[in-house]
């Protein structure tokens, strides 16, 4: 199996390809064009701040290759908010490939001290629809750590509920995206990268 990272200037590119080595795979981190346009299989992770992030992908040109890219791919996190066609972190228009904008969470007032910005720890996911999930994964928890989400929209293959609901995951044609880490969501999170791996 060729699966290849995307490298780039985000964290926890080591976790997800350590997730994918104790599934016994092994995946290639690079930033060749014609390696990422030529591999089985595509990681668009990320951890980090989305306008900086952008940044560096026009400049590597890797902002037109993402979007052009016909094999599986799959966005953890930061990487599903860069697919998305806007995001409020830092005024920033991203790559597109999913119609859902990105915005900030923000407490109801007085709520601030019981829901808490970063949303950080495990939530339940729920009204799956993507070929990452299993039937038997409804209301499953996962492992989440974003200040941003996605809204609700057509792309919309799994929801979460904090303070809003918002998109777990996305899924279009070729194009897969989950805003938790499945890298760190225990036995669930490594049944959805082996999801991702065999399609």
Not at 6 to 15: H, L, R, T, V
Request: proline share 5%; glycine share 8%.
């Amino acid at each position: 199996m060729d699966i290849v990272i995307i490298k780039y200037n985000a964290g926890n590119i080591e976790s997800v390809r350590n997730a994918l080595e104790r599934l016994g795979v092994k995946a290639e981190v690079t930033g060749d064009h014609n390696r990422i346009r030529n591999a089985e299989k595509v990681i668009f992770p990320g951890v980090g701040e989305a306008s900086t992030t952008m940044a560096y992908l026009r400049r590597e040109g890797l902002d037109q290759l993402i979007p052009s890219l016909t094999q599986p791919v799959l966005g953890i996190c930061l990487g599903l908010q860069l697919m998305c066609s806007h995001s409020e972190e830092g005024d920033t228009t991203c790559l597109g490939i999913f119609d859902e904008p990105v915005r900030r969470f923000v407490p109801e007032p007085g709520q601030e001290f019981i829901t808490k910005v970063p949303h950080m720890g495990w939530n339940a996911i729920s009204e799956l629809k993507s070929g990452l999930f299993n039937t038997g994964m409804e209301q499953q928890y996962v492992y989440f750590v974003h200040s941003y989400y996605a809204s609700i929209g057509a792309d919309t293959a799994a929801v979460c509920n904090y303070i809003v609901p918002f998109s777990a995951a996305l899924q279009r044609d070729n194009f897969y995206a989950t805003q938790f880490h499945p890298e760190k969501s225990g036995s669930v999170g490594s049944e959805i990268l082996k999801n991702f791996v065999q399609r």
